[in-house]
């Protein structure tokens, strides 16, 4: 997928959870955000981010819910996942 399919189908899916790829090849997964997040229909989906980068800061201000490290660990994942909040 590049970040234009995967905005479709978040919009015609509506997941509790998107991960998504900062390196997309078609445009950087910060500006797939801002248009996921502009989705009135995506209002309560938590977007994690996926990256090789250890820094969280720019993830976090950007607005992900949280980060998850390439090669993504499964355990970490999981943990990400079993303790998000609605």
Partial sequence: ?????G???ATEMQ???VLLDLGL???SGFEALKLLRDQQSLHRTKFIAVTGEQDTSLTTKAGFDDHVLKPV???QLSEIL???TD
Avoid: E, N, T, Y
Avoid at 1 to 5: I, K, L, P, T
């Fill in 1 to 5: 997928f590049d970040a234009a399919d």
């Fill in 15 to 17: 997941p509790s959870v």
């Fill in 82 to 84: 079993c303790s998000r």
């Fill in 25 to 27: 090849p078609d445009m």
């Fill in 73 to 75: 660990d499964l355990r």
């Fill in 7 to 9: 905005i479709s189908k």
